[in-house]
């Protein structure tokens, strides 16, 4: 399987001409979404999705379906049977990829801000994305993708996360808001001048690849 990051919290996983994308929101270049053959979205904020982008490429891709929770597809009423409702628990087969579902809620931005629905997605048991979220699977993730920064975390939960889910190794995410120095910093402490974890922490940037 070939992971290829596309910005922010966006990610296609590939295996000969099944592409399986995840969360392409607002701060990814909507060509993620070229040749798709399935979409995962975990919630609703729109740097992880954005439905008139969505419905676009619905309209242009016969046969290109999206996988989701209740509240993103509500956003997507009008498509019919080519938006799947999922929820924790569920194990399904989507573009020939196997797939489980982790996690019901958004990580809490605030005690008075309400919290989403948020999906986690495990991918032939190889790759693991939380969304917002440090959901932890009940099985082990060879592969973590860690959201790196966001207004709902502090770096220290983020190193707690990772030493939680004890993955083979990680891939940063969500890291759209930070500029060159913060990625710095932020990795580092993850990394080689962090307290330390048992998890190697890497960054792709936006085009890159890697085979898992």
């Given at each position: 399987m070939e992971?290829?990051?596309?910005?922010?919290?966006?990610?296609v996983l590939a295996e000969g001409d099944r592409r399986?994308?995840?969360?392409?929101?607002?701060?990814t270049d909507p060509a993620a979404l070229s040749g798709a053959t399935a979409v995962l979205v975990t919630h609703e904020h729109p740097d992880h999705f954005v439905p008139d982008r969505l419905?676009?490429?619905?309209d242009s891709t016969p046969g290109l379906e999206v996988w989701t929770n209740r509240s993103v597809a509500a956003h997507l009423e009008g498509a019919g049977d080519r938006v799947h409702v999922v929820g924790a628990g569920d194990a399904l087969t989507i573009a020939g990829?196997?797939?489980?579902?982790?996690g019901e809620l958004h990580a809490e931005i605030h005690p008075e801000l309400p919290r989403v629905a948020n999906v986690g997605f495990l991918v032939d048991g190889l790759v693991?994305?939380?969304?917002?979220?440090?959901?932890?699977?009940?099985?082990?993730?060879?592969?973590?993708?860690v959201p790196m920064h966001a207004p709902w975390s502090a770096t220290a939960e983020v190193i707690d996360y990772l030493r939680a889910v004890h993955a083979?190794?990680?891939?940063?995410?969500?890291?759209g808001l930070l500029n060159d120095t913060g990625l710095g910093v932020v990795g580092g402490l993850l990394g080689e001048r962090g307290p330390g974890t048992p998890t190697p922490v890497s960054r792709l940037a936006p085009g890159d690849s890697?085979?898992?």
């Open positions: 992971l290829t990051k596309h910005g922010h919290a966006c990610v399986l994308v995840v969360d392409p929101g607002a701060f419905r676009a490429a619905l990829f196997d797939v489980q579902v982790h693991f994305h939380p969304g917002d979220a440090f959901t932890v699977p009940e099985v082990p993730v060879p592969n973590l993708l083979d190794q990680a891939f940063v995410v969500h890291d890697v085979e898992l």
